[in-house]
């Protein structure tokens, strides 16, 4: 069936340091991509997308890539601050359904001072 | 982007009891979903609202426990019915527009 995961629970990254959170799926029909941040207390905000025709797509602070050769998609956070603290989760939609995403199991992000 | 806002933000309920939670957005909008994130974990579906027809449940869910209404292009409920411990949860709405965006939540806690 179709899933999405992530490859860390927990990922502590100094302040100003480059932060990575990664993610797996398995359906290589999905055609769309998304990253939310989702802080204590509050619903998923989303951060950028990528649809499957593009391989990198930067946003600011934020980049998102796309391998579809392993079915992997990462976020990468430049110069960690600690409003970046929050639990990250990546979104898959197929192609071939309605708009139903699935979500991954998320990544908990801690910036350290 | 699509604001929007859910009622109550929170709230602690007896057992037994129910709660209606509602979600309203800022700009018509086709398709609105229902989700649960119980804590420490992921989201999970549990229904799409259709405007002027009844809600497609997802594997696990059903009307009686979750009725949803869609009256209009802006506006949902859901209601947690006969509520227990296990529905403990946060209850998000969300909207596809343009991509998808989702409210606050609402955080229930059953005694």
């Known amino acids: 069936g179709e899933s999405v995961g992530l490859h860390l629970p927990t990922l502590s990254v100094q302040e100003g340091d480059n932060s990575i959170i990664n993610c797996a799926y398995s359906?290589?029909?999905?055609?769309?991509f998304i990253w939310y941040k989702q802080e204590s207390g509050k619903g998923p905000q989303f951060i950028i997308d990528?649809?499957?025709?593009?391989d990198k797509r930067q946003g600011q602070r934020v980049t998102v890539l796309l391998n579809k050769t392993v079915k992997h998609l990462s976020l990468q956070i430049a110069a960690t601050q600690p409003g970046d603290s929050a639990v990250y989760f990546c979104?898959?939609?197929?192609?071939?359904?309605?708009?139903?995403?699935?979500f991954g199991t998320g990544t908990r992000l801690k910036v350290l001072a | 982007s699509a604001v929007i806002s859910q009622k109550p933000s929170r709230d602690i309920c007896q057992r037994g009891t129910s709660l209606t939670i509602q979600c309203q957005v800022d700009?018509?909008?086709?398709?609105m979903f229902w989700y649960r994130q119980q804590p420490g974990q992921s989201l999970t579906l549990i229904a799409t609202?259709?405007?002027?027809?009844?809600?497609?449940?997802e594997s696990g869910f059903v009307i009686d426990k979750f009725p949803i209404s869609r009256p209009n292009l802006t506006f949902s409920t859901l209601t947690v019915s006969n509520m227990s411990p296990e529905d403990s949860s946060i209850y998000l709405c969300?909207?596809?527009?343009?991509?998808?965006?989702f409210g606050p939540g609402t955080r229930l806690l059953v005694l």
């Open positions: 990528i649809r499957s025709n593009m």
């Open positions: 700009s018509q909008v086709t398709m």
């Open positions: 969300s909207v596809v527009s343009e991509t998808q965006y």
């Open positions: 609202a259709n405007q002027g027809s009844e809600a497609t449940y």
């Open positions: 359906n290589s029909a999905s055609d769309y």
């Open positions: 979104a898959e939609k197929s192609a071939s359904g309605t708009y139903k995403y699935i």
